[in-house]
């Protein structure tokens, strides 16, 4: 292929699991990130703040350039994520025959030092950008798959609304699709920062740990089941048990981390009150459900109309810092808007 011009740039946002990715199948290399079970996850719209939670990334191939740089935030990327990025390019220069080297800037537009995850949305702009800008003609599919190679939640940010991913039998079939268009289901999720420093332990680190829990197991086993169950349940309309189920699955997730071995406990005091605040709303007979990632800030899953209420009742809470609100976000898509 001939290029005159190999720049693109693309949006993506990141995404809240519902069904969760932890640990790597030890059935395949460990860079294939391949997750041992089924998940689901709802791709996020900020509404407050400001802030859309997306990853706005444009990356440039030249003859002109003597080796690849990446400026992430105005920060030159470290080298894990150095190492995952060439990853993937390495795997598209390969294809295209091309040994250009890359230029690549990005920015996060989540507020800074929330203590929220960037990777999903990161690999997947990364991934529809750099395609788009060496012309590959990739689908949906493979636009997934790559970039999952990334970080194995990326595969659920190409897609909008919510997500199911497959965990697959092999590379080719572990990727994600859309289980539902952004405005077919009703669910918000009000985020509570509770703290916003870096955590000690990154998932990276903490997959590999997965295995070393005797739940470990039993987690897998279950998530099947919990993402037939969601799956069903969004299909169905029936918030009420994706809530239940996603909230089981966290707390399932968290007793792996905990009882791994290095124990991960990603739990402050102020992730318990809001809990127990949870616990109380609903209580009251709102309907709402918690969701906790690799950290400890809480998600509290709800339906549009109680947004507000939700809202009032968690930044309340004893050691929250702020609090903003998402909605099912779009599809990843180029965009004209180049960062430099
Ligand atoms: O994609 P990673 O390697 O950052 O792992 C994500 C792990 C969790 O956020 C805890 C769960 C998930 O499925 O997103």
């Known amino acids: 292929m001939e290029y005159d011009l190999a720049k693109a740039s693309a ?40 802030t859309a939670l997306t990853t706005h990334t444009t990356i ?6 003597d080796y690849d740089e990446a400026v992430i935030n105005d920060e030159p990327a470290d080298e894990r994520t ?14 295209v025959k091309m040994d250009w080297s890359f230029f690549l800037r990005s920015y996060n537009d989540f507020p800074t030092q929330a203590g929220l995850a ?3 949305s990161g690999f997947a702009a990364l991934t529809l950008a750099a395609t788009e800008a060496l012309q590959l003609n990739v689908s949906k599919q493979a636009l997934s798959r790559i970039a999952r190679l990334g970080s194995g939640s990326a595969c659920r940010s190409i897609h909008g609304g919510i997500v199911f991913a497959h ?14 268009a952004p405005d077919d289901f009703d669910i918000a999720a009000v985020i509570a920062v509770v703290d916003q420093h870096p955590k000690k332990i990154t998932s990276d680190v903490g997959h590999d740990l997965a295995k ?14 919990h993402a037939i169950r969601i799956k069903r349940a969004v299909l169905g309309k029936d918030f009420a048990t994706v809530g239940q189920v996603a909230e089981l699955n ?17 739990w402050q005091p102020a992730t318990l009150a809001v809990i127990h605040r ?30 507000e209420r939700v809202q009032q009742a968690i930044q309340d809470v004893k050691g929250v810092l702020k609090t903003f609100v998402a909605i099912p976000g779009g599809d990843a898509y180029i965009t004209e808007a180049h960062l430099f």
């Open 11 to 50: 949006i993506a946002h990141s995404n809240i699991a519902l069904i969760k990715y932890w640990g790597r199948s030890a059935k395949f290399p460990p860079e294939l990130n391949m997750p041992l079970n089924d998940t689901i996850s709802m791709t996020k719209r900020g509404v407050t703040h400001d």
């Open 60 to 65: 440039e191939f030249s003859p002109h350039l």
């Open 82 to 95: 150095m190492d995952r990025i060439c990853f993937i390019i390495n795997a598209l220069r390969k294809q």
């Open 118 to 120: 960037s990777s999903a």
């Open 167 to 180: 965990r697959g039998e092999s590379h080719e079939t572990a990727f994600a699709e859309q289980l539902c």
């Open 212 to 225: 070393t829990s005797l739940f470990n197991d039993v987690r897998i086993e279950q998530s099947q089941i």
């Open 250 to 266: 966290c707390l399932m997730m968290h007793a792996v981390m905990m009882t791994s071995s290095e124990s991960l406990l990603y």
């Open 278 to 307: 949870i616990h109380a709303l609903r209580e009251e007979g709102i309907e709402c459900y918690f969701t906790i990632d690799a950290g400890p800030n809480v998600h509290c899953l709800c339906q549009y109309n109680d947004i």
